[in-house]
T-cell receptor
Framework: KAGVTQTPRYLIKTRGQQVTLSCSPI?????VSWYQQTPGQGLQFLFE???????NKGNFPGRFSGRQFSNSRSEMNVSTLELGDSALYLC????????????FGPGTRLTVT | GIQVEQSPPDLILQEGANSTLRCNFS?????LQWFHQNPWGQLINLFY???GTKQNGRLSATTVATERYSLLYISSSQTTDSGVYFC?????????FGTGTLLAVQP
């Protein structure tokens, strides 16, 4: 069974631009979560989608948004990029239950200059 | 929210040595996972262990849910074990991560 895939793997953007990251979950998984990893803040939860609905959102500004499609693929968007948005963005998928093991993709490394 | 603490923050071992990594959490949980982050950043699943003991090769893990801690044991460490180890617990459909243990295994 194929794992979680994320595209692109690396991205360089300029302050003020916007970016869209994509995540395809494991086949049959209906929950997709996004996390941001930075050296200063560690791994922080962005949001979680299940069956196209956002179920939970972390403490991030409104510039960070996401969506999920009917095939469970998810995208996250960051508008008006800031230098501090430079990070590794990780996507995880799971079946969607309250327990449920999460499986992570390889991540997208975003650099904002 | 739940707080997750890991210790030690850093660990240096000689190849062949054993180690124990600890994860403390502040409230009861129904999901605890251990991950190894590889040099390229991907989180590799090691164990899904809300309670009890599991073993996978040289690695094993134990979670004592009633006392709110989990332990990851690495035996006969190899240089390929180097990297950051995270534990994470689930709260309201999100994983809360500890700050990790940076392990360096020297040949």
């Amino acid at each position: 069974k194929a794992g979680v895939t994320q595209t692109p793997r690396y991205l360089i953007k300029t302050r003020g631009q916007q970016v869209t990251l994509s995540c395809s979950p494991i086949s049959g998984h209906r929950s997709v979560s996004w996390y941001q990893q930075t050296p200063g803040q560690g791994l922080q939860f962005l949001f979680e989608y299940f069956s196209e609905t956002q179920r939970n959102k972390g403490n991030f500004p409104g510039r960070f948004s996401g969506r999920q499609f009917s095939n469970s693929r998810s995208e996250m968007n960051v508008s008006t990029l800031e230098l501090g948005d430079s990070a590794l963005y990780l996507c995880a998928s799971s079946l969607g239950g309250t327990g449920g093991e999460q499986y992570f993709g390889p991540g997208t490394r975003l650099t904002v200059t | 929210g739940i707080q997750v603490e890991q210790s030690p923050p850093d660990l240096i071992l000689q190849e062949g040595a054993n180690s124990t990594l600890r994860c403390n959490f502040s409230d009861s949980v129904n999901n605890l996972q251990w991950f190894h982050q590889n040099p390229w950043g991907q989180l590799i699943n090691l164990f899904y262990i809300p309670s009890g003991t599991k073993q996978n090769g040289r690695l094993s893990a134990t979670t004592v849910a009633t006392e709110r801690y989990s332990l990851l044991y690495i035996s006969s460490s190899q240089t390929t074990d180097s990297g950051v180890y995270f534990c994470a617990v689930k709260e309201a459909n999100k994983l809360i991560f500890g700050t990790g243990t940076l392990l360096a295994v020297q040949p």
